[in-house]
């Protein structure tokens, strides 16, 4: 039998695309010769090269998979339904919709549209930390998830350790035999739980039957608004009951105010939030800012009618400000903004991926010939430096 590789894709008639024997390296040859040198004890080469490598071959990676994406979109008969990711194609595809969809969506159907994590004993959970080079700047929209650094969780609580940011740093030069200076660090336990966003959609067997319209449903309205959901309760969740504890809400974030009678533009207000943040140790690694706040830096004129900020419309995909990527969202107040080291603020931990629930069984729906969708995912959220994280106004308090 005639060995095969693995292909590099797929055409969109479905043949598989091979490498050509003896051409240059596929991406994903390039990450397996890295994550190889990487590994090797021996290796003496430039790892800092290796690792800025390793970022552009990611970056590349999950380019290619988002253009098959769209032209495998592209081949349907309906193509105004523009898929957030792959997971209602998942559902589609799934062998368990399949029998529900041959046997007359009867009952009701569940499918992890992506890798759920069981449930585990009550406790401490036991955290699994994702391996690789998280993207920071990433050539699609950003969401306020996206942001933070990403776990999963296995277990019905985090146990978390906060550094309150009130401890003293005390090193220094030690003559030969002296006693050397003590430095403090000031730590919290705090435990956290993950709580539950969903929603659901009524539609007709008849959309169920159109696998484009199906597509439509779950990408555009389920998803999309479990996303935005989700978001808003990263920022403003009030921590009661079935509510995440907001960045927002959580106290110890740095803040930055202008200065009695001070006026200034928007943008020079959030440069200004940035010194604060590298003084502290923080490089800045996202904003987050309100759609109003950034049409009017993005409009912002001199006197001659110049622009202040230079935009290029053709990458409004990817807004940034000080060379710093910009989610852009209503998850946080008009005249508020956050900006700072998100990915050393705060974990969010995944304890069930989103899952998707398909029946007829709800009220009237079976004799209605109407089916129900459940969106729903689980997470914690876990803010560890919240000093990381500078909260900005850009007018002076009253």
């Known amino acids: 039998m005639q060995y095969l590789p693995k292909p590099l894709g797929f055409r969109r008639n479905g043949r598989p695309i091979y490498p050509i024997k003896g051409g240059a390296e596929t991406l994903e040859q390039r990450r397996d010769r890295i994550s190889r040198q990487l590994e090797d004890p021996n290796f003496d080469g430039d790892v800092d090269a290796l690792l800025d490598e390793a970022a552009e071959v990611r970056q590349l990676i999950e380019r290619g998979a988002r253009r098959n994406r769209l032209l495998t979109l592209a081949g349907d008969d309906d193509v105004r339904h523009v898929p957030a990711g792959v997971t209602a194609e ?3 595809n799934s062998p368990e919709f399949a029998a529900y ?10 499918v992890d549209v992506r890798a759920a994590i069981t449930t585990g004993a009550p406790g401490v959970a036991t ?3 994702p391996a690789g080079i998280k993207q920071l700047q990433p050539d699609y929209p950003l969401t306020v998830a996206a942001l933070f650094a990403q776990a999963g969780m296995s277990g019905s609580a985090i146990e978390q350790v906060v550094d309150l940011g009130t ?3 005390a090193a220094a030069e030690v003559q030969e035999g002296a006693v050397k200076p003590e430095s403090s660090i000031n730590l919290d336990t705090r435990t956290v739980t993950p709580k539950t966003v969903a929603h659901w959609v009524k539609i007709s067997r008849q959309a169920a039957d159109d696998n484009a319209q199906l597509t439509g449903y779950i990408n555009n309205r389920l998803m999309v608004g479990l996303q935005k959901r989700l978001d808003q309760q990263l920022m403003n969740g009030n921590g009661a009951g079935a509510n995440l504890l907001g960045l927002l809400n959580t106290p110890g974030l740095t ?13 020079d207000a959030i440069r200004r ?5 590298q003084i502290a140790g923080f490089a800045p690694t996202g904003l987050v800012i309100h759609p109003t706040d950034w049409q009017d830096i993005e409009l912002s004129t001199t006197q001659d009618d110049t622009f202040r900020v230079a935009t290029n419309i053709q990458s409004a995909m990817s807004p940034q400000l000080w060379g710093v990527p910009a989610v852009v969202t209503t998850a946080v107040p008009a005249g508020t903004f956050l900006i700072g080291d998100f990915v050393q603020a705060a974990t969010l931990y995944t304890r069930q991926s989103a899952t998707l629930l398909m029946s007829d069984s709800d009220g009237n729906d079976f004799i209605s010939n109407i089916l129900t969708i459940l969106a729903e995912t689980r997470v914690a959220f876990a803010v560890d430096v919240p000093q990381a994280v500078v909260k900005g106004a850009y007018v002076p308090a009253a």
Do not use: C, H, N, W
């Not at 969809?101 to 569940?110: D, E, F, I, L, Q």
């Not at 202008?258 to 943008?267: F, H």
């Open 90 to 92: 998942d559902f589609r």
């Open 101 to 110: 969809r041959r046997g007359g969506y009867a009952g009701k159907v569940k």
């Open 127 to 129: 955290v699994e930390r």
């Open 167 to 169: 401890g003293t740093l």
């Open 255 to 267: 803040t930055y105010v202008p200065g009695s009678g001070q006026t200034m533009a928007k943008e």
């Open 273 to 277: 939030a940035i010194t604060i943040a």
